[in-house]
């Protein structure tokens, strides 16, 4: 009996060059499965490319709002910054799309998993490791980086099948989801290069962005965004409204060197819009709501949470443990925050929250405060005790 094959499918040339690879090398029947996680494809083209090429099914998911809730607003809660840059929009969206994957060979009662990913990239980590997790009774393969598969032969391969290759010889490799568009490949690779402007879409350029700043106010609940100047909004149409209003001032450009998994450092270029506002927001809040205990603590908890989501470990033990402090810490994490949008820059420029423990009382400079000064001296005295004594034995011995 032939095998029946569950292909993550994009409507790109490796995906296409992989339905037919797999009906003709492994006689296997192929389901293929595109989800939406917002990147803007044509979801209907994809189904129709998919069909033409002979599949005995295809599923199209509108993941965007699962996505949205279950993915980004958890990133939310934990800063997740990767290298303290880059907000993981691909990453993210891996975890899910295995996971729908999964959802579909299960019903379909298919024996195989597969992607399209190469040998070089974060990607290849994230769907193998969630796959083989989450249906450990399944093949899972990776054709592309498993067969050695160069562009150049796929062409070729493709021209052969017919399989309609995009006359646009495409500039640059694009992915994206509703947190953010990763783009690579091209005149990018010179990391000595500014990006040229028609690599970016969700933003403008900052020079063109509107003379006047804007001021956007963001609404958080348990640590999670839930207002845009003041009006409520529901996950996925809240990402897409900061998306366009940040997008419009410029903000979110990010450009920097990234340390992937397999060791490779690479240039990588980002337009994360929303993701760049929601995210100072919400770090700025966490610092008025907590203690510093909880600050400083809970940096090392983010710093772990985004290196496994990035990882491709959003399904091992420790994500979930890690959640269970985020959670909790979060509770408290409601509030406003300001901030102003001009040309490409970003400033947090208030915050207001009932659980605040900033007590203007304390902190001002008037004399008369509810800040009992006298207590200070003897702190001080105990604070600084050691660094004293060592001070002290030092210049001792430092004597001829
Ligand atoms: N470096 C980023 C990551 O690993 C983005 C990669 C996006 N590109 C891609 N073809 N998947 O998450």
């Keep these: 009996m032939s095998e029946k094959f569950v292909l993550a499918y994009s409507g790109g040339l490796d995906t296409s060059v992989l339905i037919k690879y ?8 192929v389901i293929t499965v595109t ?31 699962e996505f949205a809730k279950e ?35 299960a019903k379909e009662g298919a024996t195989g998993l597969v992607h399209g990913c190469t040998g070089r990239g974060n990607d290849q980590v994230r769907f193998d490791i969630t796959l083989s997790s989450l249906a450990p009774d ?25 399989i309609p290759i995009s006359e646009d010889a495409k500039k640059y490799s694009i992915d994206a989801s509703i947190w953010g568009r990763a783009i690579e490949c091209g005149l990018l690779e010179d990391a000595n290069q500014e990006p ?12 063109k962005a509107p003379d006047k700043p804007e ?27 900061v998306n366009s209003i940040a997008g419009k ?9 990234e340390d992937r998994l397999v060791g490779i450092k690479s240039r990588e270029v980002y337009e994360c819009p929303a993701a760049t506002v929601i995210l100072e927001a919400h770090k700025d809040l966490e610092k008025m709501v907590m203690t510093r205990h909880e600050v400083l603590f809970k940096q090392q908890i983010d710093a772990q949470w985004v290196f496994l989501a990035y990882a491709g470990l959003w399904v091992d033990p420790l994500k979930d443990d890690l959640d269970a402090f ?26 207001s929250s009932p659980m605040s423990l900033y007590d203007k009382n304390l902190a001002n400079y008037n004399i008369k405060t509810t800040f009992d000064q006298s207590s200070s001296k003897g702190f001080i005295e105990l604070w600084g005790m050691q660094t004293r004594i060592y001070n002290t034995l030092k210049k001792a011995s430092k004597k001829p």
């Design 196 to 207: 040229p402007e028609d690599a970016y879409d969700w933003t403008v350029s900052p020079q």
């Design 326 to 351: 985020i959670n909790c810490s979060q509770e408290k994490v409601s509030g406003e925050v300001k901030l102003k949008l001009y040309k490409g820059g970003l400033q947090v420029i208030g915050r």
């Design 138 to 162: 399944k093949k899972v393969l990776a054709p592309i980086r498993d067969w050695g598969l160069t562009r150049e032969e796929e062409i070729a391969y493709a021209q052969t099948k017919g």
């Design 22 to 29: 797999l009906q003709e090398k492994c006689n296997a029947q």
């Design 215 to 241: 001021l956007i106010t963001i609404t958080f609940e348990a640590g999670v965004p839930v207002k845009v100047n003041g009006k409520k909004m529901a996950p996925l149409l809240l990402i897409k409204e």
């Design 71 to 105: 993915y980004v607003f958890p990133a939310i809660k934990a800063n997740a910054l990767y290298e303290g840059k880059y907000p993981i929009s691909t990453s993210l969206s891996r975890p899910l799309i295995a996971k729908k994957m999964v959802e579909i060979a």
């Design 249 to 257: 001032h410029g903000v979110g450009r990010i450009d920097h060197i």
């Design 35 to 65: 989800v939406d996680v917002g990147q803007g494809e044509d979801l209907k083209a994809a189904e129709e490319k998919a069909q033409k090429l002979g599949v005995i099914k295809h599923f199209s998911i509108d993941a965007k709002e």
